[in-house]
């Protein structure tokens, strides 16, 4: 399986932006890059994904290098909400765009918003 | 749409027992899979499945066991309980292709004493 890297935790002030950055040097071409997070005693809950572009969704950013070998999910102006565990995912597929079922997880990255 | 519904969402076992985590998705998709979470950790691959009558093992699948014999339902079984499988499951469901979202269960938290 294709592996993420990303700091361990990071810390925010409200109201300002968070950009969680994620290492992924071993992506192959129809590797989706995929976000979660998950808030204290909840599920993950699916952010956004990309592959080639730069992404955006009413809940955040995703800006994907050229060389697709790392990315970065943008927070534009973090709220206390947003703490929680962010996890980046490769999603593996075929040529077709056909997954091949299983989502890995790592460790993921502890976000901190300071009021 | 009530998505991903897991049940018990509490559970404490005895050693040694044996019990059933239930997971269904009413979303129609074709990819389900189990997850355990210990404190601190990410999220480990139990099993998963990519269709009916398909499973397959993840990760970490020693003591458990899951059969996929409808679109909707993929349970998962806990053949003796020990205290190493104390722990969160979560249950998701994600359709088939990789451009899509997975949606997670709100989790089982089990005790095993």
């Known amino acids: 399986d294709a592996k993420t890297t990303q700091p361990n935790s990071m810390e925010s002030n409200e109201e300002e932006p968070v950009h969680l950055p994620c290492n992924h040097s071993?992506?192959?071409?129809?590797?989706?890059i995929h976000w979660y997070r998950q808030l204290p005693s909840q599920g993950p809950e699916y952010v956004i994904h990309?592959?080639?572009s730069n992404v955006n969704n009413r809940m955040a950013s995703l800006a994907i290098a050229e060389d697709r070998k790392s990315s970065t999910l943008i927070l534009h102006r973090a709220t206390l909400r947003d703490a929680a565990v962010y996890y980046c995912?490769?999603?593996?597929?075929?040529?077709?765009?056909?997954?091949?079922?299983?989502?890995?997880f790592g460790q993921g990255t502890i976000l901190t918003v300071h009021p | 749409n009530a998505g991903v519904t897991q049940t018990p969402k509490f559970q404490v076992l005895k050693t040694g027992q044996s019990m059933t985590l239930q997971c269904a998705q009413d979303?129609?998709?074709?990819?389900m899979s189990w997850y355990r979470q210990d404190p601190g950790m990410g999220l480990r691959l139990i099993h998963y499945?990519?269709?009916?009558?398909?499973?397959d093992q993840g990760e970490v699948p020693n003591g458990y066991n899951v059969s996929r014999s409808t679109t909707e339902d993929f349970p998962l079984r806990l053949l003796s309980a020990a205290p190493s499988q104390t722990s969160v499951y979560f249950c998701?469901?994600?359709?088939?292709?990789?451009?899509?979202?997975?949606?997670f269960g709100q989790g089982t938290r089990l005790t095993v004493v």
């Open positions: 499945s990519v269709g009916a009558g398909i499973t």
């Open positions: 979303m129609n998709h074709e990819y």
């Open positions: 071993t992506i192959s071409g129809t590797d989706y």
């Open positions: 990309g592959l080639t």
């Open positions: 998701a469901s994600t359709p088939r292709a990789a451009n899509t979202e997975a949606f």
């Open positions: 995912i490769l999603r593996e597929s075929n040529a077709g765009g056909t997954s091949y079922g299983k989502l890995t």
